[in-house]
């Protein structure tokens, strides 16, 4: 089953459960799922599902960010709920140690020399670690790696 099917799946249980959280949030993520395949003009692959949720997780890391700035603690706890049905659907984040690993093999590979590189690693890491990762990170450490 995939992942857009997972979410149909878990918002039919969501709404026979009374579960409001799950359910707004599962809502959230099918309504920018068919956004994108509207801008798009077609249905979206795994790959383009995985992208629409992390963009939808960034936007609740954000919020909590903002919630803990603010001292809301129930907005904190909120966008921490939200964060946790958001993360169900995508695939285990790496450890930074493990993405570290990933770009360092990856420069290796494609032969990356300095930062004028960084635009074919990133292409290449990213596709390897496809939803694993957010872009900020994997820019971060490329940066660092290809500086060194």
Do not use: W, Y
């Amino acid at each position: 089953m995939d992942t857009r099917q997972k979410i149909e799946t878990a918002l039919k249980e969501a709404m026979r459960s009374g579960d409001n959280i799950r359910k707004q949030n599962l809502r959230m993520i099918m309504s920018s799922l068919k956004l994108s395949e509207v801008e798009k003009g077609g249905a979206l692959d795994e790959a383009g599902v995985l992208s629409v949720i992390q963009k939808e997780l960034k936007s609740r890391q954000e919020a909590l960010h903002e919630a803990q700035t603010a001292n809301r603690p129930d907005l904190i706890e909120r966008a921490r709920a939200d964060i946790a049905v958001i993360e169900e659907f995508l695939p285990k984040q790496l450890t930074e140690e493990e993405l570290t690993t990933v770009v360092t093999e990856t420069i290796t590979e494609v032969g990356a020399a300095g930062p004028r590189d960084m635009g074919k690693v990133m292409k290449a890491v990213m596709a390897k670690v496809q939803g694993r990762a957010a872009g900020d990170q994997v820019s971060q450490i490329v940066r660092k790696k290809l500086q060194a």
